[in-house]
């Protein structure tokens, strides 16, 4: 990637964005680059000292609307996400907050438009534990915001590939539990997209004798919270919820999925609803029942 080496003014910024949206091939030829020469141009700007945060926060939602025409290599995917994420790492937490959580959303729009988790999946095994640490810090006073975005980003991810954080599914309920601040909404919107994955996953494996234990997921005596390992090789076996959910009806064998630690789960969660807001708690209920609807058992007792 080489750029044309744009320095401008936050003003001068406004009209480049503005005109490379009203036209982006009549801009990028009045300009003499490339897609990927003024993708770098971003990424310096992102860089400097000399511009606002509000500003740079413009820019990497140029990014993220034109990241599929801007970014057509995966190179330049990888180069980009690794510019981003050392922006991330430099930015300081406690004066550009909102920045830094923006740089997150900005690299998590790239990496799923890009379908970087096929195409380069140690990139974004990278990402990922760049997530879980941020939103690893349970109860953190000056990073409220920015672990509350890290979870919405680690959900975007998780939706796009289903089973995705399955492993962790037991490590997010003991923060869900833990979390006190109002970022616990983030936490538990979370921790529900997973565990409906997880049941989903589970109902899907057609060998009982490989059947993954909903009781030891939840128990978090699967793998520890971080790191996560991604196989080398991804593909559309690896996530098979993404082809199968809607084209087949799950197995009616639900071994597995028969744990008295669910039901004290769902215990928990109803307990915390008043604690969410109205979008936030038709969210978790929406996920809940799908849950239950999966556990015959527990409906019955729910029933």
Not at 77 to 96: K, P, Y
Not at 179 to 196: A, D, H, I, K
Request: charged share 20%; aromatic share 6%; hydrophobic share 40%.
């Amino acid at each position: 990637m080489s750029g044309s080496g744009i320095t401008a003014s936050g003003e001068q910024w406004l009209r480049e964005m503005e005109g490379f949206r009203a036209n982006p091939t009549a801009y990028l030829v009045g300009r003499r680059m490339d897609e990927e020469g003024f993708a770098l141009d971003v990424l310096q700007a992102l860089y400097s000292d000399e511009l606002s945060d509000t500003i740079k926060v413009q820019l990497l939602g140029l990014l993220k609307e034109r990241c599929g025409v801007l970014l057509s290599t995966n190179t330049s995917v990888e180069q980009t996400v690794g510019s981003l994420t050392g922006i991330f790492q430099q930015a300081n937490v406690d004066t550009a907050v909102f920045f830094k959580g923006q740089v997150l959303v900005a690299i998590t729009t790239i990496l799923i438009t890009r379908d970087q988790l096929v195409e380069q999946p140690q990139l974004v095994e990278e990402f990922l534990n760049t997530l879980l640490d941020v939103v690893g810090r349970i109860n953190s006073g000056p990073d409220q915001v920015l672990r509350g975005v890290a979870c919405e980003c680690l959900r975007e991810m998780e939706m796009s590939y289903p089973g995705l954080l399955m492993r962790k599914v037991g490590h997010l309920y003991a923060m869900c539990e833990t979390e006190n601040t109002f970022v616990g909404q983030s936490y538990m919107m979370l921790f529900v997209t997973v565990l409906r994955n997880a049941m989903q996953n589970i109902l899907q494996e057609t060998e009982v004798t490989e059947k993954t234990q909903l009781t030891e997921l939840l128990a978090g005596r699967v793998e520890p919270f971080k790191p996560i390992c991604l196989p080398d090789k991804v593909d559309s076996n690896t996530f098979p919820l993404i082809q199968t959910e809607r084209e087949q009806t799950p197995s009616a064998d639900t071994k597995g999925l028969e744990s008295k630690e669910l039901k004290s789960v769902i215990s928990v969660v109803v307990e915390q609803l008043p604690l969410l807001t109205s979008a936030g708690k038709a969210f978790v209920l929406r996920q809940l029942i799908s849950c239950v609807d999966m556990s015959p058992g527990l409906s019955a007792s729910v029933g």
